[in-house]
Nanobody, 119 residues
Framework: QVQLQESGPGLVKPSQTLSLACTVS????????????WSWIRQPPGKGLEWMGV???????YYSPSLKSRTSISRDTSKNQFSLQLSSVTPEDTAVYYC?????????WGQGTQVTVSS
């Protein structure tokens, strides 16, 4: 059974860079036309889901315009991981962060990881 697991620090200080990884296990998911979009999505407290960005199966990245200047998504196929970096964080970046892989048949989600930005 395919599982996605987010990992990273739960607490980040303002102005620092938030770094999260999503590890894919339990199945032969590879970046391909079948598993074509690998995304990061977050949910701030009391708000809806916010799409942050995606790395496509061919390595091309797309970011939310509001976060583009601070966001970087990359993939390490040798570790079956993809990662998120968000720079210059503020308390407004406090959220539950989710990784997601979209395939031609369904979406796969991680359980989410809480990140709090506070000094």
């Amino acid at each position: 059974q395919v599982q996605l697991q987010e990992s990273g620090p739960g607490l980040v200080k303002p102005s620092q860079t938030l770094s999260l990884a999503c590890t894919v296990s339990g199945g032969a998911i590879t970046a391909s036309a079948s598993y074509y979009a690998w995304s990061w999505i977050r949910q701030p407290p009391g708000k809806g889901l916010e799409w942050m960005g995606v790395i496509a199966y061919d390595g091309v990245t797309y970011y939310s315009p509001s976060l583009k200047s601070r966001t970087s998504i990359s993939r390490d196929t040798s570790k079956n991981q993809f990662s998120l970096q968000l720079s210059s964080v503020t308390p407004e970046d406090t959220a539950v962060y989710y990784c997601n892989i979209r395939s031609s048949l369904r979406d796969y989600w991680g359980q989410g990881t809480q990140v709090t930005v506070s000094s």
